[in-house]
Structure formats: C-alpha cells, structure tokens
C-alpha cells in the first residue's frame, strides 16, 4: 500500500495518507487545521512504497555511484 507524506501549506503540519485500494478517491486536507492547501513531502519510504497502486505521481531525485543523479518521475497508475 502506498504511503505519501504531505504538508500543510497553511500550519506547515506534517502527515501521511495511506492510499488502501487502487479505486480509492480520497480528499486530501490537513488533519489539523482542514486546509486543503498541502505539498507533497518526498521522502525514500514514500518513493519505494509509491511503485505500486494508483496514487498522485511522484518526482523523485535518485543519486547512485558516480555522483551520478537522475529525477525520476513515477505516475499514479493502475495495478
Ligand atoms: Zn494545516
């Protein structure tokens, strides 16, 4: 299941939303203030658990050997 990590705009607050099913349609906003002005927080566990399921697309920077760095980009999609 993936997980995204997101944050309030409006109190900087910080959470997360598991997204259950591949058909779930969720409304997002700020568990403590309701504000539906959130960022996407990218963070590694968010990246490896976004692979699978429908979900909001991700930008990611990846950096391996080399000093070599990519941004990957993986879009919501359907399993
Ligand atoms: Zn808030």
Redesign the pocket.
Known sequence: MPIFEFK??????VFEKLFRDSNEEVTL???????P?LERVISRVSYQMGTRGKGPKITTKSCGPGNTCATIEIPGRYD
């Open positions: 309030c705009s409006e109190c900087g607050h906003q700020c568990p403590q203030c309701q504000s002005h």
